[in-house]
C-alpha cells in the first residue's frame, strides 16, 4: 500500500472501512472469515484474553508477519483502539487487509456477558 495516495484519496467510505464492530466481528468469527489479532504486549494478554485471539504485539509484528493470514481479513484489537490502529495501518502497507475493532478489547469484554456470550459460545460450538 502506497501511505501517500491512501492518504490522498482518503474519505469517508475509507473512513468507514477502517473499522468494525463487534456484531459484525462476531459473524465474522462464526464463519471462520477473520483472524483476531491482539496487538497488546504479551503480559497484557496473559492475564486476560479471548479464546479467539492471536496475540502479537505490535513491538513485534514486523517480525511476525508470517503468522497473520493474508486470506483472511485481520482485524486488530487492544483496550480501546490507539494500538490497534498503528497495527492495522502497518498490515495494510504490507499488503493485508485489515481493520480495527472501534469499541476495544474492553468493549468486547462488556458485550459478550451473560446472554450474548452463551449465544456466542454455543453458536461456535456448533460450528466446530
Known sequence: MDLEKYLSNFDYEARKK?????????????????????????????????????NI???EMPDRL?????DKLVVTACPHYDRAIMGRMFLMQN???????VEG????????RGDNAKHFYNSNKKSE
Open 18 to 54: 477502517m473499522k468494525i464492530q463487534i456484531p459484525e466481528l462476531l459473524e465474522l468469527l462464526k464463519k471462520d472469515e477473520v483472524q483476531f489479532v491482539d496487538v497488546r504486549f504479551k503480559e497484557e494478554f496473559e492475564l486476560w484474553h479471548f479464546s479467539f485471539s492471536k
Open 57 to 59: 504485539p505490535l513491538n
Open 95 to 101: 499488503g493485508f487487509n485489515a481493520r480495527y475493532l
Open 66 to 70: 508470517v503468522e497473520i493470514n493474508k
Open 105 to 112: 478489547l474492553l468493549g468486547l469484554a462488556d458485550y459478550l
